[in-house]
């Protein structure tokens, strides 16, 4: 039978549907422009605008008006499988510095809305357009159309390439494969500020294998192809370049061969700084550009034997000249300014969000469940959030929009004000004990049926942790555990663990696992499973793992090298060969294949398979371009080569971040059959 809650959960991506999200504060804060859906179970984005004085909320641009809902280029659905948007309609937007006029694009077609009237304009560009920004000034849209970097007017005159490929693999104003996946850096060209030329990356993938990944689902498509760095193989060729709109073209000039990566672009004022990261990841630098001659002048360097983190947000300089950005110290990543540190040893700084004139909105925890949002000034450093929860926000025009993400809901709010929220409600209500086990301190989320009487018998267990670099799964926000509380609610004491490795607890955290990956994640995993079975009625002779991507990973390596504790494994999306995973990713903690073998080898799960001795499920999306189905089919053919017996799930049709709404029930069902648990 199949239950309605995880459909409910696909179809208002997780409750998330119709809450405001990306905004946009005019410089003299009387406007702020952000997406919303129409409803809970709408996906299509609309563009609004919130009126600052009177609270009013204007909606600017339907995209169904639009005739939003046709099928998006493939240009358009990769960027957002990279930036993780399953939303339809508008997806994103950009404005002129005054935010006064707003440029979008809907089913390859780009649009122009005049905020103040709310008249939308069709520029008439070439198609599929994408990536669309409007200069500072509001005069010129520059936008992508397949590879080239074009412009047209605001009045949709003179529409004209500024950047063709030169080359049957180069691209221009799009980021590179590992940009988007690994450094989340979205962008591919950045605007002067008096709008009359634009930064460039020029991007050439022809060193960059090719890998196809196929829909079996139609077979008379043709394969996609893809180029996809893995680890130790060759990256794309990534240039900058000062792209005038009178045709000047200026090289940025730095040392390309010693630091391949460019991991952040911004215009910071009249500044120009570019980011630059050597292979190894071991070596950053902050570059000062001059756009009229692309000569570079080395800031800063930072340097780390293990590797150097990127951070969101920096560099920036304030609007009086002092230089924003982070520095590790021991245990304590610390913002600095002018290269003093500046936030206290404890205060993790996560995010700069907003530079404001003088004052820096940024995100940090103290307690790694819970992300507070920050100021500094030259004068004051203050917590500007309190109830415990996940909190985003952006501040400009000395407006403050605040994403409040906490066990009691999902509040937005501009300088105290609510926005609506237009939202489903759940049905299944949360309940979860956080706890820090152990020495280390794990924090760890635990979830019991819902009406549950202690004394009642034990528990089986379900351990769902993700466990990798990319995300913490314990926080203190209801929204992170709609999933878990459904499972919890089948029958299973549902725990999950952040470990060691996982962010939000500072530089010496992320790296404590060392060298060797697989063991103390899983030894994390089981000190805590043990120690919830002191607090809570556990029968820990019947303990399931499942998870997705680093998560599915964890889960497969659970059954197979300790079925002394888990006895059944549900691996949605795993990595099973390192080697097979990207560059940018895998090299920042295991180094370069080359260099460290034993590393990637420890972490593959291909030649474990002769050691299964409990029931295992792989799950994969089979149009899935991050952890590509290799990874399940290898695994599944080392499985079948060992005479190991294992179920294997194809999702036809789904991505890295896409499920079918049948999945968890068939999880269900297969825990209960491994486990030996009566429905």
Known sequence: MTSTYPGLVARTQSFTLGLARKFRIAPDGARVLFLRTAGGEEPSGDLWCYQVASGEERLLVSAASLGGGGPMSQREKARRERARDRSAGIGAFHTDAAVRVAVFTVDGKLYAVDVDSAAVTELGAQEPAAEAR??????????VRETELRVIGRDGKDDRPLAEPDGPDVSWGLPEHEASESMDRFEGYWWAPDGRSIVAARVDDGPVPVWHVSDPAHPEKPPTALRYPAAGTPNADVSLHVLGLDGGRVPIVWDRTAFEYVTRVTWSGEALLVVVQNRPQTVMRILSVDPATGATTVLREDTDPRWTTIVEGVPAYTESGLLIWTADEGETRRLTVDGAPVTPHGLQVEQVLSVDGDVVLFAGREEPTERHLWTWTPHSLARITGEAGVHDGRRAGGVTVVDSRTFTGERITVDGRELRALTATSPVKPEVRLHGFGDLGLRTAVLLPAGHQPGSGPLPVLMDPYGGSAA???????????????????????????GRGTPGRGPAWERARGDDHPAPRLQDQVDALHAAAGIYDLDLSRVGIRGWSAGGWLAALAVLRRPDVFHAGIAGAPVTDQLLYSSHWQE?????????????????????APDLRRPLMLIHGLLDDNVLPVHTMRLSAALLAAGRPHTVLPLPGATHMGTFHGVWDLEVDFLRRSLGISS
């Open 134 to 143: 409007i200069d500072p000034r509001g005069h010129t849209v520059a936008y």
């Open 472 to 498: 913490q799964r314990v926080v203190a926000a209801r929204g992170r555990y709609w999933a878990s509380q459904w499972f919890a609610d089948q029958g299973f004491a549902v725990v999950i663990v952040d």
């Open 588 to 608: 920042r903690t295991m180094g370069l294949p080359a260099e460290n073998p034993a590393a990637y080898a420890r972490a593959s799960l291909i030649d474990d």
